[in-house]
């Protein structure tokens, strides 16, 4: 059943409602949807039968849960995920709201501390770990990233620059070196996979280079992890970064 | 649509070993066989030692406190250990194999093939308000920013994490449609409005000043207003704010007027469970920074 259809379906099980308001309304939808050229991409119509779906069938069904929610959030985890349409973790590990601070950008980075260039991912782990108190910090890299084979590729095709891709996927060059060095004389598919993997774990040392991401190490309140997930094979890899810096004394 | 369900889960898997604690320790959570892999992991970058790697007293950016209360507590569990966490995330994975990805095989090989998501989100960090859920992106569906705030920064603001994903989305994917998101009781939202002007070094504020006309916008318009209905008033301008600084893209402009592109705004109220969205007008008409953003089918679901 396509989601039109299923949406149509989904809405006609309340046309028994005693509430006459909300069964006009329901019967305008259903008309509305009916109506819907079935090849014709209407993005206006996606968003509301999504939105639709998830008051229906989450939203309405755990109201305890959305009025604790509407209170405030106490994630356990800051996810850093690439903005790739395939690789959300929302779907792949089955976040639900109010269980993961979520940062989505190209190839799932993190760069090092830097106050004026990078604010908006300062921004967010300071955000995560310093107020939300976020236990776990999780990078996600992933197969086929578009991201990671832009940082592989160029300058050395000799292709136009992207000017704002390029600068931010610079981030990855030492992950790029380092998989160059190592397996340079593979397929530029397989370097792109370890530079996938590299990649993270790079930008789980960069996490380390955040005062709060260090106390939190220290204090032995959060945890790094760094993960992959294979969509061409369904397959997920989980690594734990070991803290690096070990508090010796304060004065 | 498939669903995300917090179904319960009874399936006991067998394939967990304890290792010994190194720089990395790898668990393969799905595969015909468990595989140990030892990386080490030298850093290129140094790193400077003394002041800098001082852990300095944390001063709390303004307009951030969460109140712990008595909920919090009961709701946190003890941080578990290593395993427990591990076993669950690798349940989720498989969860999602089982019911999602085998059983739409054939549409996960085309996506590993390649994407052509129809639009680009941009929406908040936050953890209540991902659309996945909330509007049921299925995977392929929608290429995603999540950021502080969903805030969109000019281009005259220069390369950023945000506007390098635009570049990709907008010139490489060809999306047809970009989405900002907004919601309730936004906690950048609140650390823009809350700002003093005395010098705060805290990178929230770095990043949230990109939606100081939003707040100035508010201030004036909404200044009799209480304060946690300026927020939300600001909530909704700094939606309005990042569809103009979109405009600020020349390739993002140059589709738009084409009708190539389409840029709307969504505002998720996640203590009402509403949703409501609008679309940009462009007439090609000179949009300053003064100027009402001209929208058309704007729509509110309740």
């Keep these: 059943m396509g989601s039109l259809e299923e949406a149509i379906e989904g809405l006609k099980k309340f046309l028994s409602n005693k509430d006459d308001v909300a069964v006009a309304q329901i019967e305008k939808l259903i008309t509305g949807l009916q109506e819907t050229d079935p090849n014709e991409f209407d993005p206006v119509k996606r968003i509301l039968e999504g939105f639709q779906h998830f008051k229906i069938n989450k939203f309405d069904k755990h109201p305890e849960l959305y009025e604790k929610l509407a209170e405030g959030q106490w994630p356990k985890f800051l996810v850093f995920a690439c903005s790739d349409s395939r690789v959300c973790p929302s779907h792949i590990l089955n976040f639900q709201p109010g269980e993961a601070f979520m940062v989505r950008n190209i190839a799932n980075m993190v760069p090092a501390f830097d106050k004026l260039k990078y604010s908006g991912v300062g921004a967010a782990i300071e955000y995560a770990v310093s107020v939300l108190e976020v236990q776990n910090i999780l990078v996600i890299g992933h197969s086929r990233c578009g991201g990671i084979k832009r940082l592989m590729t160029h300058p050395e095709d000799n292709s136009a620059p992207f000017d704002f891709i390029d600068e931010w996927v610079k981030i990855g060059l030492p992950a790029k070196v380092k998989v160059q060095a190592e397996f340079g004389d593979l397929p530029l598919e397989d370097q792109c996979k370890h530079c996938e993997k590299e990649s993270v774990k790079l930008s789980l040392c960069h996490l380390e280079t955040y005062p709060y991401v260090q106390m939190g190490l220290a204090n032995k309140k959060l945890r790094l992890m760094g993960g992959y997930y294979d969509f061409v094979h369904g397959k997920f890899e989980l690594l734990e970064f070991e803290p690096r810096f070990h508090h010796l004394f304060s004065t | ?302």
């Design chain 2, 1 to 302: 649509m498939a669903t995300l369900s917090p179904t319960s889960f009874t399936k006991n898997f067998n394939s967990s070993v304890d290792f010994p604690i190194t720089s990395f320790q790898t668990f393969a959570i799905f595969g015909p066989k468990l595989k140990t892999e030892q990386t080490h992991f030298r850093l290129s970058t140094s790193f400077k030692t003394g002041s800098c790697l001082e852990l300095k007293a944390m001063k709390e950016p303004p307009g951030l406190t969460q109140k712990l209360d008595k909920n919090r507590l009961d709701g946190l569990t003890e941080s578990e250990n290593g395993c427990d966490l591990f076993q669950d995330l690798k349940h989720r994975f498989l969860r999602f194999k089982k019911h999602k990805f085998e059983e739409n095989l054939g549409h996960f090989q085309n996506l590993a093939e390649g994407q052509a998501p129809k639009f680009m989100i941009i929406a908040c960090a936050d953890s209540r308000v991902c659309p996945s859920v909330i509007l049921g992106f299925q995977p392929g569906e929608a290429f995603m920013v999540r950021n502080v705030a969903n805030l969109v920064p000019p281009f005259e603001s220069g390369p950023s994490e945000t506007n390098a994903a635009l570049e990709f989305a907008v010139n490489s994917l060809k999306v047809e449609n970009i989405l900002v998101i907004g919601h309730s009781r936004c906690g950048g939202i609140r650390a823009l409005m809350s700002m003093q002007d005395e010098v705060d070094s805290s990178f929230i504020r770095s990043w949230v000043i990109v939606g100081k006309n939003a707040r100035l916008n508010t201030k004036s318009a909404a200044s009799h207003l209480g304060f946690d209905q300026q927020c939300r008033h600001c909530e909704k301008e700094s939606v309005d704010h990042s569809l103009l600084n979109l405009l600020t893209y020349p390739w993002i402009e140059q589709k738009v007027a084409k009708g190539e592109l389409s840029v709307h705004g969504g505002y998720y109220d996640f203590v009402d469970c509403t949703f409501e969205k609008w679309t940009l007008d462009y007439k090609g008409s000179n949009l300053g920074k003064n100027s009402r953003l001209p929208v058309k089918n704007r729509f509110y679901w309740c």
